[in-house]
């Protein structure tokens, strides 16, 4: 199972930099996605990173601001969040899984880490 790490309180423009760290080996062809979540939304897909050629995804709203990266060798990627704005205030959580044609994991085919809080606010 995923283990996120790396949420806090930061003040608008801040930066934070989240990791998910995996355990267990994890096959060549997955990718291990960034999501986040406020209680009332929908999930949504923040970022994504494929472990054999490194094909990326971000959403629109993070594109300029967010950059992820992993370290295959220890089985961990990053999320580097900078300009945060109160609006990515949320819940990230780590996905591991099959990599789909976005370059994330399938969801419903992921494992899941517990979650991350990330709160902007002055």
């Known amino acids: 199972q995923p283990v996120e790490s790396g949420g806090g309180l930061v003040q608008p423009g801040g930066s934070l930099n989240l990791s998910c760290s995996v355990s267990?080996?994890?096959?060549?062809?997955?990718?291990i996605g960034w999501y986040r979540h406020v209680p009332g939304k929908e999930r949504e897909g923040v970022s994504c990173?494929?472990?054999?050629?490194?094909?990326?995804y971000y959403a629109p709203s993070v594109r300029s601001r967010f950059a992820i990266s992993k370290d295959t060798a220890n089985r961990t990627a990053f999320l580097q969040m900078n300009s945060l704005t109160p609006e990515d205030t949320s819940i990230y959580y780590c996905?591991?899984?099959?990599?789909?044609?976005?370059?994330?994991?399938?969801?419903?085919?992921?494992?899941w880490g517990q979650g991350t809080q990330v709160t902007v606010s002055v």
């Open positions: 996905a591991v899984g099959i990599s789909g044609a976005t370059n994330c994991p399938y969801p419903s085919m992921a494992r």
């Open positions: 267990e080996a994890i096959p060549s062809y997955y990718a």
């Open positions: 990173i494929t472990l054999d050629e490194g094909a990326t």
